[in-house]
């Protein structure tokens, strides 16, 4: 017993769900405000980097680029931690100079999660041909959650991992 060539017709003409097409390396423009703040300047610097290293050509925005970079940036504050704590500055007030000794305590500290969400869309199209994610998540004020050092860790750990769309986390 066959299939009817109608019933068959049907079924060859449905739309086939397809892999996105591979994203081939070639000029790129990051998207970023003019008034955009000096933090979110230092991720939109350290993604063209890591967009360079990935073999993409960076260009300015107004140029004809082939694709357009949509960097996103998420940084949130989401629980505490004990963390050595700092020493106060040593003070002085009329006369007197008050040193504090170490105390060799822990102190609550915040963690802060930031997420880097990088979008490439193909010059004049709304949809990205690729997206990427990393997080990473620090103690509050330390060195490695200055703006500098979280940017280029996660920009870098996403684009070396490109086309790889699966999100990571960064330590």
């Known amino acids: 017993m066959g299939i009817p060539t109608t019933a068959f017709l049907a079924l060859a003409l449905l739309p086939q769900a397809t892999a996105p097409a591979p994203v081939v390396p070639g ?4 998207d970023v ?11 939109t610097d350290a993604v063209t980097v890591a967009l ?6 960076p260009l300015p925005l107004e140029s004809r680029s082939r694709y357009i ?6 940084r949130t504050v989401s629980g505490a931690v004990p963390a050595k704590g700092k020493n106060p500055p040593p003070m002085a007030a009329m006369g007197q100079v008050f040193v504090p000794l170490p105390s060799g305590k822990n102190q609550i500290r915040g963690l802060v999660a ?12 709304d949809q990205p041909v690729w997206s990427g994610r990393a997080s990473t998540v620090q103690v509050e004020g330390s ?11 996660l920009a870098s750990a ?14």
């Open 27 to 30: 000029t790129i423009a990051v």
């Open 33 to 43: 405000a003019d008034d955009a703040p000096a933090s979110e300047r230092l991720f």
């Open 52 to 57: 360079s290293d990935a073999r993409f050509v």
């Open 69 to 74: 970079a949509r960097v996103t940036v998420t």
């Open 114 to 125: 930031t997420d880097l969400v990088i979008d490439i869309l193909l010059r004049g199209s």
């Open 143 to 153: 060195g490695p959650d200055a703006p500098a050092a979280v940017a280029t860790k």
């Open 158 to 171: 996403l684009m070396r991992q490109f086309p790889n769309r699966q999100p990571i986390s960064v330590p």
